[in-house]
């Protein structure tokens, strides 16, 4: 069962994952990977001037790739090949809401979380967390989508609305956390294995899920994309 089947049987009235036809070509939230590094050149000999030195790229603005060291909304790691009964913390949070196709999902996530570290940066506000992204109105078309960066602390006063930009908190409360380590393209199989378990268990939970993407999200098809899962039981 891809994800789009997925949340009429949690009682939203829209799906909210990738169609089977979609599986070649996914849509939901994608890969990411480490943040990239530069290896320092060799100092240059004074005794010889003309030794060339290595043309290095930049590294990426820190603002805009988060790198894996932020805390996630559970620190405690799970179970690679298990479900975990957690409890999420709410966290302040700078949020954006935003529409997408399935395939363009990555692209979209990524630039709202670009838009919401830039915004964050020019402001002085600390990020604090991993990039989140809340899914609930859906269709086989594209879906709905709210994504959100925790922080250190909320803004006193906390800021108006700009540009789309709020600031609210993360969903919390009890949640069961699904890991998907492996491309995004491959993240329905996380999706069916989470419906099975919601089948077997009978659990009811809200209609929405939530994305906390461990590793940075970059491309749909790395391989070493690292995503928390979370549903959240009524």
Not at 116 to 134: F, H, N, Q, S
Not at 139 to 147: K, N, R
């Amino acid at each position: 069962m891809t994800r789009h089947r997925l949340l009429p049987l949690v009682s939203l009235a829209a799906a909210l994952a990738v169609s089977s036809a979609l599986a070649q070509q996914p849509a939901s939230p994608a890969t990411s990977s480490p943040l990239p590094t530069t290896t320092a050149p060799d100092p240059v000999n004074p005794d010889a001037p003309s030794r060339p030195v290595p043309t290095q790229a930049l590294p990426a603005a820190p603002a805009l790739t988060p790198g894996p060291s932020r805390p996630t909304l559970v620190e405690t790691p799970g179970d690679a090949n298990d479900v975990d009964e957690v409890s999420l913390p709410p966290k302040p949070a700078a949020i954006l809401a935003g529409r997408a196709s399935w395939e363009e999902a990555v692209p979209a996530l990524k630039a709202a979380f670009v838009k919401i570290e830039e915004a964050l940066a020019k402001d002085g506000i600390t990020p604090a967390g991993r990039p989140l992204a809340v899914f609930a109105k859906t269709d086989d078309d594209g879906f709905q989508f709210e994504a959100m960066i925790p922080i250190a602390s909320m803004p006193n006063p906390k800021p108006a609305e700009t540009g789309g930009l709020r600031f609210g908190t993360t969903p919390s409360g009890k949640a069961l956390r699904f890991p998907h380590k492996g491309s995004y393209d491959e993240i329905d199989g996380t999706y069916e294995t989470l419906t099975a378990y919601l089948d077997a268990k009978d659990v009811v939970v809200q209609d929405r899920f939530i994305e906390e993407y461990v590793t940075d999200l970059n491309d749909k098809a790395d391989e070493k994309l690292d995503v928390n899962i979370y549903a959240l039981p009524k």
